[in-house]
């Protein structure tokens, strides 16, 4: 019998494209970085180590706008919340509990909720320090956060821990 012919699989080609003269300023830093330290800098070589190093700030986020920060920290957050508030039983009661840790920096911390690292915030107060609702939608209702959202800050971690109750708003 024949052998079954067996395709090779080709190798996947790097989607990331990089800019010239971003790379023109990696090498021009490494290059100089291991010279004698005689070497002089022209016009395009500032140029391209400028670029290199605002390719690089945009890859780990470095030197950004605080309130930028903050202003998309808010909105992630808000989605988030109110993505992981889900339809359950306990929801009728306004019981079902939500926890989440969400990764923070401190800046954005204290920008946002303030300088205290432990809090205790009305639904309403939450709505207002994130900017937006946080609500959840289940089939013909919403689901709202009920009683108090605590809040702790864990400044070594970096991380928001969110714990509270949710459900239907309970109808008085």
């Known amino acids: ?40 800098v022209t016009e395009g070589d500032a140029a391209d180590l400028v670029a290199y190093v605002a390719a690089l700030e945009k890859l780990l986020k470095v030197g950004g706008n605080e309130d930028e920060d903050a202003a998309d920290v808010k909105k992630a957050l808000a989605k988030k919340l109110s993505s992981l508030m889900k339809w359950t039983n306990a929801c009728v009661t306004a019981s079902a509990r939500l926890s989440y840790v969400h990764p923070m920096s401190t800046a954005s911390f204290t920008e946002i909720f303030g300088e205290e690292k432990k809090q205790s915030l009305e639904p309403g107060d939450l709505d207002d320090k994130l900017g937006s609702w946080v609500r959840g939608s289940a089939r013909y209702d919403d689901l709202y956060f009920q009683g108090p959202v605590k809040l702790v800050f864990d400044s070594v971690a970096e991380q928001l821990k969110i714990t509270g109750k949710y459900g239907k708003t309970l109808k008085k």
């Open 1 to 40: 019998m024949p052998k079954a012919a067996t395709a090779t699989p080709t190798k996947r080609r790097t989607t990331r494209a990089s800019k010239p003269s971003a790379e023109r300023g990696k090498v021009f830093a490494r290059n100089f970085g291991a010279g004698d330290g005689t070497s002089t």
